[in-house]
């Protein structure tokens, strides 16, 4: 039977609570201006990646190794969302691993700092 989500008071701890922030891909500190920091990323990627344009979002289309990576900013929360999939699972987390290191290359670039994630 479906649940009503909890009501969030602050997106960080409660991110922490339910383990989220891991699944997230890569952090950046909450902060007022996270939308127009995560819209920074995004373009910035996508100079960087051929990509398939999405609705607030890039797909990223590779061959080495093959499969397909969708990043976006995560709506509520202060972060960018990588979600990977290649021909196996050892594929999907090569993919996830190499764009969660291409989003904390390009924020670094523009000056994002990264904040560290739940353990």
Known sequence: MPQARREKKDHLI?????????K??????ERASFQEKQNRIIEALKEQTDWVELKNAIMVIGTE???ITVIAPNPTLPGVIVLADGGSPVTSAKLQA???ERVRAV???L?????ETAA
């Open 111 to 115: 000056g994002i700092a990264e904040e």
């Open 107 to 109: 924020m670094g670039e």
């Open 14 to 22: 409660y991110a922490d609570v339910v383990d989220s922030k891991s």
């Open 65 to 67: 190794p093959a499969g």
């Open 98 to 100: 190499a764009a969660e």
């Open 24 to 29: 997230a891909g890569v952090w950046m500190g």
